[in-house]
């Protein structure tokens, strides 16, 4: 694929369930990182992988947020028992080299908590 | 925690007209100012990006100026087009030579140009 892929697009979940979003990185990209952007807002930073390493989680909001990056390629950003606060737009952000300042975005996956 | 400040919310220009977006920040470790550009439904798309060593960089009718004393910058589009009708974010990235080049985004500029 030509740019980052994001799935699903849009998830609703109810309250208390646990969701899975999943990103495809542009292929050999080694920098992988998630946001959260509420209606209206700015993306916020939640966590970047270097490859597989997790070296920045300082933006997950708590301890129910998890993302993985195995292989160092797709990344799963992992929600448990959700709540309505989590509703946001979840962005998914690759780059080609550590310390390149343009990331590639996905068109994100919409989450809405009922 | 809002380190990059942007205004307006929202403009509203003419077909033709010069759209100007302003950002401030506070922290000096800042050193990369990217602008990205986001159509609804769409992820942002890096527009154009300026280093504090520079005062102004042009990319067709995109400008930006920074004013490193001020630590402001900002987003000029000449002659505005109804397609430029986007959200616009400033952007910057702390210690930009670090592990970790994390985009700490501006709130966001909703710009409608009417033809």
């Keep these: ?114 | 925690q809002q380190q990059v400040k942007q205004s307006p919310q929202s403009l509203i220009v003419q077909k033709g007209g010069i759209s100007i977006i302003n950002c401030a920040y506070e922290n000096t470790a800042f050193d990369y100012f990217p602008w990205y550009q986001q159509f609804p439904g769409k992820g942002p798309a890096l527009l154009i990006a300026i280093r504090p060593d520079v005062s102004e960089k042009k990319e067709g009718r995109f400008t930006i100026s920074f004013n490193k004393s001020a630590k402001q910058f900002s987003l000029h589009i000449m002659d505005s087009q109804p397609g430029d009708s986007a959200t616009y974010f400033c952007a910057a990235i702390p210690d930009h030579s670090g592990a970790t080049n994390k985009l700490i985004f501006g709130t966001g500029t909703l710009l409608a140009v009417q033809p």
């Design chain 1, 1 to 114: 694929g030509a740019g980052v892929s994001q799935s699903p697009r849009y998830k609703v979940a109810k309250r208390g369930q646990d969701v899975a979003l999943r990103c495809d990185p542009i292929s050999g990209h080694v920098s992988l990182f998630w946001y959260q952007q509420a209606l209206g807002q700015g993306p916020e930073f939640l966590t970047y992988f270097q490859n597989e390493a997790q070296l920045d989680k300082s933006g997950l909001p708590s301890d129910r947020f998890f993302a993985e990056r195995p292989e160092g390629s797709v990344s799963t950003l992992k929600i448990q028992r959700t709540q309505q606060e989590d509703s946001a737009v979840y962005l998914c952000a690759s780059s080609e080299r550590v310390q390149s300042g343009t990331l590639h975005f996905g068109n994100g996956t919409r989450l809405t908590v009922t």
